[in-house]
Nanobody
Framework: QLVESGGGLVQTGGSLTLSCLASGFTLDGYSIGWFRQVPGKEQESVAC????????YYRDSIKGRFTISRDKSKNTVYLQMNSLKPEDTGVYFC?????????????????????WGQGTQVTVSS
């Protein structure tokens, strides 16, 4: 099971850190993806980290602002989000996969992850 937390309401330019905590299994070696969903729009990838190498991939619109990282001791993957913009608003989901696909491949919306979280809402006010 994956549980996201850390979402909330923030003003433009603010920061949030999302957490993705795994329970029942260890995230060590798992690849993780962060995705977001806005009502009426297709789900889009945000950032991904490959399990075996910790190589990362980011969508262009968030490069330089968001950072994906993992803390093995806490069995948690984070998404640090800085310089937030209204267009970053959405429900953010994390997903975990035991395979060894490259980070860019993971960050395709039709990649079949093993587990998904329930999502956490991020709202950026203008």
């Amino acid at each position: 099971q994956l549980v996201e937390s850390g979402g909330g309401l923030v003003q433009t330019g603010g920061s949030l850190t999302l957490s993705c905590l795994a329970s029942g299994f260890t995230l060590d070696g798992y690849s993780i993806g962060w995705f977001r969903q806005v009502p009426g729009k297709e789900q889009e990838s945000v950032a991904c980290i490959r399990g075996t190498t910790d190589m990362t991939y980011y969508r262009d619109s968030i490069k330089g602002r968001f950072t994906i990282s993992r803390d093995k001791s806490k069995n948690t993957v984070y998404l640090q989000m800085n310089s937030l913009k209204p267009e970053d608003t959405g429900v953010y989901f994390c997903a975990a996969d035991s395979g060894d696909a490259g980070a860019r491949t993971l960050c395709t919306v039709d990649y079949a992850f093993d587990f998904w979280g329930q999502g956490t809402q991020v709202t950026v006010s203008s």
